[in-house]
């Protein structure tokens, strides 16, 4: 079982920058690949960017990649999603999730076993 708790959402002007994190609770989040994916009003969940359990693989969304870095520290049991360059348009709910597996990878979000309850990033234009 892994519960995860994200934080760091919040309001930023369009251009502007913010880091979100999710903290993991348990002693195997080595063993999951992380994902964040977003979800804005009327629209799926979609995926964001994923990290591999070493954290040496990423993958990202082609709508977000040059701008958002995702990073892990499995000593701490945290995932981060430094978010660059921001636009109107990644307005959403912004969720942490947790996978078995190794590899990093654009699966889905019913691919994931474990989500946190999300934070909410607006960017103003």
């Known amino acids: 079982q892994v519960q995860l708790v994200e934080s760091g959402g919040g309001l930023v002007q369009a251009g502007g920058s913010l880091r979100l994190s999710c903290a993991a609770s348990?002693?195997?989040?080595?063993?999951?690949?992380m994902g964040w994916f977003r979800q804005a009003p009327g629209k799926e969940r979609e995926f964001v960017a994923s990290i591999s359990v070493s954290g040496r693989g990423t993958n990202y969304a082609d709508s977000v990649k040059g701008r958002f870095t995702i990073s892990r520290d499995n000593a701490k049991n945290t995932v981060d999603l430094q978010m660059d360059s921001l636009k109107p348009e990644d307005t959403a709910i912004y969720y942490c999730?947790?996978?078995?597996?190794?590899?990093?990878?654009?699966?889905?979000?019913?691919?994931?076993?474990?989500w946190g309850l999300g934070t909410q990033v607006t960017v103003s234009s």
């Open positions: 999730a947790a996978r078995r597996g190794v590899v990093a990878s654009s699966a889905p979000s019913g691919a994931y076993d474990y």
């Open positions: 348990g002693r195997t989040f080595s063993m999951y690949v």
